[in-house]
């Protein structure tokens, strides 16, 4: 971050951080309220994160806090400046967009704090926001280009057909999905994430991501969703959406990927569905014939809900320094230890501590909320660093933020 703010844009930043904790989540609910009245930018979002207890609301309280608390010293939100990056250009949200944030936003401070909200206050913060804001379009600007320049890349949405759906569980379906116009597709890095767009029909478009779930290959990607009770996009793709659907899709995205030339050890840590970019990890791994020592531990609840059990086990056959741990909370009768699970119950720190190389490996994790909430906090608590703990987390990580 070279950009620099006045020292007194700093000052009012700092003063004000007190009424930010206090009325945080008024603000940016009021926020949202002004800035989806425009249905262009509305439907840039995905709307299923503004449910579930106003998740996202909380979020971007929590960040603009963090940001008031830490205006001294950025640099320590440069990686979530990153995630944040990753995620507007799989959205395509451009620089013109930002204007309406920041009209939204000064007027729900003036809303919320009323005549507290002085102009020196709202001046200051505006300053505040659009020195992020630049930020962000710099490097959004960056990620763009790269993406477009790449073999195979493109920018916006490009129509892909369903080429093959397969079930791989009683909740999971994969879709492998081509290009319709039949040309090359970025090779991604393992661990990214796809963006959509769905027209489902009386509903606005619908924005969702999903982890691409096999190795790069420049022709398709694979995509492997778990069929949500109440999932509104979830259930249309695996009831509606057939092979030959036509689905619109953003490039691979992200910043939670396996690096190129990793050479420490490898522990790959999912739970349920969480078990997407793990695949994808693996089959790279795989592929590469690298010799790196990786360690796939999974946990599931049965045999009936774990998908790709045995494409996993295939990849590891006859492969020494790649090693599989399956978990079944309350696994079925039919469920045979040894063949389909090794462990009964849940995967905790003190086995991964056993039984994993914890004080030399990278972790990768994905999963649910509660699972990362243990796993990203027990980690570390257990001697790993910071830096070594990698996960990925859809929607506003409010609950890991606030941990």
Known sequence: MTQTLTEATKAIVRATAPALASHGTEITAAMYKRLFENAEVRNLFNQSNQGEGGRQTKALAQA???YAQNIDNLAVLTSAV???AQKHVGLHIRPEHYPHVATALLNAIKDVLGEAATDEILNG????????ANILIEREGQIYNSLQASEGGWNGWRQFAVVSKRRESDIITSFVLRPVDGGAVISHRPGQYLTFRFDI???PPQHRNYSISSAPNAESYRISVKRETHGLVSRFLHDQVEEGAVIEVAPPTGDFHLPTGQERPVVLLSGGVGLTPMV????TIA???RDVPVHYVHGAENGRVHAMGSHVRDIAKDRE?????IFYGSPHAQDLRGVHFDHDGLITVEWLARNTPIAEADFYLCGPRPFLAVFVNGLAKAGVPQDRIHYEFFGPADELAAA
């Open 82 to 84: 990153e995630r944040i």
């Open 280 to 283: 994808s990890m693996l089959e």
């Open 125 to 132: 913060w505006g300053e505040a926001f659009w020195f992020l």
């Open 201 to 203: 029909p009386g509903l």
């Open 287 to 289: 592929n590469d014939g």
């Open 321 to 325: 320094h790649l090693k599989t741990t």
């Open 64 to 66: 603009i806090l963090a």
